[in-house]
Each structure stands twice: as structure tokens, then as C-alpha cells.
């Protein structure tokens, strides 16, 4: 072997021992790469790339895993195999968020006892068990995955036997949220409901809204208790029709006076402070009377269809407006009575929602109408009189006792959470449940749909771009290319 030979040999043998290391080394690097990437947090290595963001958290939830003091573990309850993706990513978001949060999974065909610990229902397949040092909650794949039907869908199922589609939501935020904020909350308040004076009846949407809140919801007969229970948020009062007796007042009043709330809704045609006293008591200690009769909007661009169907003016400096995502909403207070302030001692009063000026009150709308009952013209029945109580009135108002801290909220329309008018009220009256029962903020997160909502086009817009993409087009396309290799030939 001559010496050139042996030189290439030599040389060919050092470049493969630097290739070969330097292999080695890019491999470690890799791994190592790969390690760190692998201990960051879900929201840095995969982005929220789904067309309906499914996985982006709220400012809400972020900033409540961000001041997460304690630990929570979440249970993943998923036969080996049958995951759900959108559940799986969901729960690696709250894990990122904060350390706090630990993910087990675990498989109920070989740990069938498991969620006997923590509920007495068999729990479906892809549900959830938030678990902390205080308590637990439970969230099933059902409350994740929720369909919701229009009115018209209902009906034409109900007259026509057309099976309805609804709308599809994935509720994984909402529905972790809320246990997340129940299994670390301190005290949970309680919102109790009064009867016994003939109340209206708190319907399952309203208490489904509380319960997200984590506002727990319980009946309370005033006349068999002497004092307001001590896990008492909130005591809610709701449009009844005869009054409370004065050792009820007494029991209100001293509940106020250390420092508990009321939510109080009365109705036109049963309340005034002639036929019920004592609630008009308990009013006029927090400086609000009454103007009996109904309410009538003058200004046509405040109110829907008829005058008394009110869109009052919301007060956005309103502490109870505070949690609100947005105060410029149509708010709606149907057959209300006004409500005016009135002199007392030591008492903050504000109004959450007013009428215009042009407002007025009909004493008595019986009378009226039966009056104009017979005439050419009976809707004039319903039009302002020289002798109509007029002005801005309340339709809803905020005291609060500056002493004490007892707090009044009162509303004047007997249909304010009511089923067909709750939509409209919904976000203020809950955000005024949170702040009246100590909540810090809202948590209330929308669902997302899953479905998207496709382009509506019309005929002639459809025709239209159809001959532009199947005609126009490629043509277009075809001569341009034409004109580029006649001038390509010639060259």
C-alpha cells in the first residue's frame, strides 16, 4: 500500500469518526431538546389550532389556576383506549396553568370501585372527579357534552314528528371550572328562597345558574325560624302575594342588621304598601318606598311592544353591574311598579335600573281600563292623564346599610326570572348574586358549539361565483399562460 493510499485511508477514517460524533452529538441534543420540551407546559407546545378554539381558557379560569394555592387532583375516569381528545387537551391546559394541578387517569374496567369513593350513580365513561383536601365534585361526560333545541325544532317534533339536531356544545371549561372553584372555595353561600306568603316558584334555569356560580339554592319557611341560618348568602324573596307577619319582618331586620342580604321582587297587581305593611317596613328601613300602580314607559325607544313592557336604563356604575362581561345590554322589566328613594339614616342608595323621564304611573290600571273598556279608542286606556304620577323611577335599586353592611337589592317586576323574560335578565341578576352572596367574580363560561355555522348565500350570488371559479378562472388562467410561452417560444 503506498503512502497516498494510506493518507486517504487515514483521512476517510478521521471523517467518519467526526461524522459519527457528530451524529452522536445531534442525536443527545435532540434528546435533550426533546426532555424540556417535554416538561413544558401544554399551552407552550400546543397551540389552540381548532377552528372553534376549544381549548383556549377564559381570563376567568386562568387567573383562578394562576392564584391556586393548594392541591387538586383532577380524575380522568377513561377506559384504556376510548379517551376523548377534547377532554384529554382540556385537562393538560389546567395542569400548565399551575402546579397545583395534578391529572390521573384512571381506567373503571380495572378499578371498578374507584368512583364508588365519591358518587352513588355509575359514572359514564370520560368523566371527571376534582378532588381537594375540602371536597370533591363530580362532572359527567353529559355535562360536558350538552345539546341544546330551538323552540322551533321543539315544536315541529311536537306537532310534526320531525326529529330535531339541536345545537352540540362542549362544556369542558364551564362545567372544571365550576368544580374546581367548588372544591377550593372556602365557605359556600347558600341562597335561600322564602315561602309561605305565596311566592312565585324560582325556576330549574335560574337554580342551574346559581349552582354554576356555586351558589347553593334551599327553601326557607320564615315563620319556623327565629333567625336566618348561619350559612345564609342570601335570603330571596320572590314576588309574593300576601305579606310576611311582623315576626318575620323581626327576623329579617335583625339578619340585616349583622350584616345579611335580601333580594327582594315584588308584583304591581298584589303589592303595595297599603295591603302589605310589612314588607313596606322592611323596605323603608333600607330607604326605598314604593309608587303603586304600573308602570308606564313614555319614551317609545324604552320599551319593547308596549309601554309597560320596560327597557330600563342600566346604571353601569352599579356594584351589583360589576361581574357583568358587558353593561351596554338590553335589560327587561315587564308590569313593573316604580321605586323611589326616600329618606333614612345611614343608608346607600343607588338605582341598578331607571325609566326615562317620560315615565308614568297608573294608579289603578283595573279602573282605567274598564273605563275606556266601551270606547271607540280603548289603548288610550293606557295613555298618560294629567293627574298620572310622573318622572324617572326605579325598576330595580341597590341599598346598603353603611353601618352594619346589611344589603337590599329590589326589584319591581314579578317577572324578572321568570321563564320567557330570565334571557334578558340573566347576566345582571346573576351578577348581582354573586357579588350579594361574597362571590369574588363571576364564574359563568359559555359553552362552546361544535358545530360551525355555515355561509348562507343566495341564489344569484351562489350562480354568480359559481361561473366565476368553474369559468372565469381557469380561462383566465389558461390565456395568461398561453400569452407566457408564445413569448417564451419566441425568445
Not at 308584583?267 to 326605598?288: K, Q, R, V, W
Not at 271607540?376 to 292623564?385: L, R
Request: proline share 3%; hydrophobic share 40%; glycine share 6%.
Amino acid at each position: 500500500m503506498n503512502k497516498t493510499t494510506k493518507a486517504t485511508n487515514v483521512k476517510s477514517t478521521k471523517l467518519g469518526s467526526y461524522s459519527a460524533f457528530l451524529t452522536l452529538v445531534v442525536i443527545a441534543f435532540v434528546v435533550v431538546v426533546n426532555l424540556i420540551v417535554g416538561e413544558l407546559p401544554t399551552t407552550l407546545t400546543k397551540l389552540d389550532t381548532s377552528s372553534l378554539q376549544l381549548y383556549t381558557l377564559s381570563g376567568v379560569t386562568t387567573s383562578m389556576l394562576e392564584n391556586l394555592n393548594e392541591d387538586v387532583t383532577m380524575y380522568y375516569i377513561a377506559q384504556n383506549g376510548t379517551e376523548d381528545a377534547n377532554i384529554e387537551e382540556m385537562l393538560g391546559r389546567y395542569a400548565s396553568y399551575s402546579r397545583h394541578i395534578s391529572i390521573k387517569t384512571v381506567d373503571p374496567t380495572s378499578n371498578p370501585s374507584f368512583s364508588k369513593k365519591y358518587t352513588d350513580a355509575a359514572l359514564s365513561n370520560n368523566s371527571v372527579i376534582v378532588e381537594s383536601a375540602k371536597r370533591s365534585s363530580v362532572v359527567t361526560y353529559e355535562e360536558i357534552y350538552t345539546t341544546e333545541y330551538s323552540e322551533e325544532e321543539l315544536m315541529n317534533y311536537y306537532y310534526y314528528g320531525t326529529t330535531p339536531t339541536g345545537t352540540s356544545y362542549f362544556n369542558g371549561e364551564s362545567v372544571l371550572t365550576t368544580a374546581l372553584d367548588y372544591v377550593t372555595s372556602d365557605n359556600l353561600p347558600v341562597l335561600y328562597i322564602t315561602t309561605g306568603h305565596g311566592e312565585a316558584t324560582v325556576s330549574d334555569t335560574v337554580k342551574g345558574d346559581a349552582k354554576s356560580e356555586n351558589i347553593l339554592t334551599s327553601d326557607l319557611a320564615l315563620l319556623t325560624v327565629t333567625e336566618i341560618p348561619a350559612d345564609a348568602g342570601s335570603v330571596l324573596i320572590n314576588a309574593p302575594t300576601s305579606d310576611i307577619s311582623d315576626e318575620e319582618l323581626q327576623v329579617l331586620l335583625t339578619y340585616m342588621e349583622l350584616g345579611g342580604k335580601v333580594v327582594l321582587i315584588t308584583d304591581f297587581a298584589s303589592y303595595s304598601e297599603e295591603t302589605m305593611p310589612n314588607l313596606a317596613a322592611l323596605t323603608h328601613a333600607c330607604g326605598l318606598a314604593a309608587e303603586s300602580g304600573l308602570l308606564m314607559e313614555g319614551d317609545s325607544k324604552a320599551y319593547l311592544q308596549a309601554p309597560f313592557y320596560i327597557l330600563p336604563k342600566l346604571n353601569a356604575e352599579a356594584d351589583v353591574a360589576a361581574n357583568m362581561s358587558s353593561t351596554n345590554v338590553s335589560v327587561l322589566t315587564p308590569m313593573a311598579h316604580g321605586i323611589k328613594r326616600i329618606d333614612a339614616e345611614n343608608k346607600f342608595v343607588e338605582p341598578i335600573l331607571s325609566t326615562s323621564a317620560d315615565a308614568y304611573v297608573i294608579s289603578d290600571p283595573d279602573a282605567r281600563v274598564a273605563e275606556y273598556a266601551d270606547s271607540d279608542n280603548p289603548a288610550k286606556a293606557y295613555e298618560k292623564q294629567d293627574s298620572d304620577p310622573s318622572g324617572t323611577f326605579y325598576t330595580a335599586a341597590y341599598s346598603e346599610d353603611l353601618t352594619t353592611g346589611g344589603k337590599m337589592m329590589w326589584i319591581s317586576s314579578a317577572y324578572f326570572i321568570s321563564e320567557g323574560y330570565y334571557n334578558y335578565n340573566s347576566e345582571l341578576f346573576m351578577s348581582a348574586m354573586t357579588i350579594l352572596n361574597e362571590k369574588s367574580s363571576s364564574i359563568s363560561i359559555l359553552g362552546k358549539a361544535l358545530q360551525i355555522q355555515s355561509l348562507a348565500v343566495s341564489a344569484a350570488a351562489a350562480g354568480f361565483w359559481g361561473v366565476v371559479m368553474i369559468l372565469i378562472l381557469p380561462v383566465g388562467a389558461a390565456v395568461i399562460g398561453l400569452i407566457i410561452w408564445n413569448k417564451r417560444r419566441k425568445r
